[in-house]
């Protein structure tokens, strides 16, 4: 699969704990007080749809995580974390990504599966990372935590599970010793964390919402068109994020895909609109990127029945641009609360989604943003130290 392209404390311990978005926004940050910390295991990176990474030229030029900003990864680093940023395909489904990210992170070939590649129309292997691994190494000793932008959100906690549980459906028609260890599973212990960042776990309304007025398309809508890959390559329709992301689809992703009970799973969904005197949804000026105002007063106006027979709600309407915010909260079917504030470590369980207060920005704003720049450095070393300074070391 073609993987690159276009598009997008000391303070006391239990204050680094607090996600206070004001804080946060503020660009105010504490060094970590490191030797607070039970692990500092690798944090992988993970971007969303039309994104970019370390294996792609142009991450060189304009880094996806920090853009304008500045390398977040980089800055990470210099913070005592050991970060990394990786390249999956653009447009690919939850599924391929998985299986890239894997092949990177194990140093091994891309293995899409037996059963999925030939149910697909496509080849079962893709490209080899045995001489450039993303990481120096992987395995229950040295886990990593998933950090997942957009559908990077959708991809990483399909990694988990995946890692967690493989697949019934490869397990069964390829030899064991022709089995890749992802589809094998048992391999839970080798994450510790999942944290998704503005994800459409439960799908967008962008894909749903109809046109008003005049009949054309907001620029975001005609840029996910555009992003929507031909299928004369013989592929079939549902391999694609595109596919994965409508609500329905999604919905049905989401009843399979279970949280695994020994992670820890954060997800952070954003809303850059505000309730109208109608009582619908506009973006807010100033906080939210050109491109997405179009698609946002489509979704933030919307109400009923879509033309393809979705049902949405006005709980829908909030949104970031791109991405309704109810459904960045945490995935349908799967055990989620509010994130507690204030909390410590030890208040914080496994195989629950903590969902976190909402962030008040557009669909890029915790990537960094573009012409709308969010210093992004100060919230994700407050996220980061907090999940360091979880458990005792993984146990």
């Known amino acids: 699969m073609k993987m690159s392209r ?23 940050m504490e060094q970590p007080v490191t030797e607070g910390w039970h692990s500092n295991y690798p944090f992988v990176f993970v971007h969303g749809l039309s994104g970019w990474g370390h294996y792609d030229a142009q991450n060189k030029i ?9 390398s977040l990864i980089k800055q990470l680093r210099k913070e005592g974390f050991l970060a990394y940023d990786a390249s999956v395909d653009p447009q690919g489904s939850a599924w391929d990504r998985a299986c890239e990210l894997y092949a990177q ?3 091994t070939v891309t293995d899409y599966g037996a059963e999925h590649s ?4 496509h080849e079962r292997f893709g490209r080899d990372f045995s001489a450039d691994p993303l990481l120096p190494r992987w395995s229950e000793e040295t886990k990593i935590n998933l950090v997942g932008h957009s559908f990077g959100g959708v991809t990483v906690r399909l990694l988990a599970y995946l890692m967690a549980e493989g697949s019934d459906a490869e397990r069964a028609v390829t030899p064991a010793d022709e089995l890749s260890p992802l589809f094998a599973g048992g391999h839970a ?10 994800a459409p776990h439960n799908g967008t309304s962008a894909y749903h919402v109809p046109d008003e007025g005049s009949g054309t398309r907001s620029r975001m809508q005609k840029a996910m068109h555009r992003s929507t890959p031909s299928m004369k390559d013989g592929r079939a329709e549902f391999d694609h994020a595109a596919y994965d992301m409508h609500i329905p689809n999604a919905a049905e992703i989401n009843r399979w895909l279970k949280t695994v009970p020994s992670l820890y799973y954060f997800s952070f969904p954003c809303s850059a609109t505000q309730e109208a005197a109608d009582g619908t949804q506009e973006p807010v000026p100033g906080l939210m990127e ?3 105002v179009g698609s946002s007063r489509l979704i933030g106006h919307f109400e009923g029945t879509s033309p ?14 791109l991405v309704n915010t109810i459904s960045a909260r945490a995935p349908d079917f799967a055990p989620s609360q509010e994130f507690p504030e204030p909390a410590s470590p030890d208040q914080l369980s496994t195989g629950i989604w903590y969902i976190m207060p909402t962030w008040r920005g557009d669909h890029m704003s915790l990537q960094g943003g573009f012409s709308i720049r969010n210093d992004i450095t100060a919230f994700y070393v407050t996220h980061l130290d907090m999940i360091n300074r979880l458990g005792a070391g993984g146990d």
């Not at 404390?9 to 926004?25: D, M, R």
């Not at 212990?189 to 503005?198: D, E, G, H, K, L």
């Not at 393809?308 to 641009?321: R, S």
């Open 6 to 28: 276009i598009f997008f404390t000391a303070v006391a311990a239990a204050a680094l704990l607090l996600f206070s978005c004001e804080t946060v926004k503020s660009g105010a």
């Open 62 to 70: 304009l880094p996806y995580w920090g853009m304008k900003n500045g």
């Open 105 to 107: 992170l194990s140093g």
């Open 118 to 121: 030939a149910r697909c129309g």
């Open 189 to 198: 212990s080798w994450i510790y964390s999942v944290s998704a960042v503005a």
């Open 290 to 292: 050109s491109m997405f």
């Open 308 to 321: 393809d027979g979705i049902m949405l709600g006005k709980e829908w309407q909030e949104n970031d641009g």
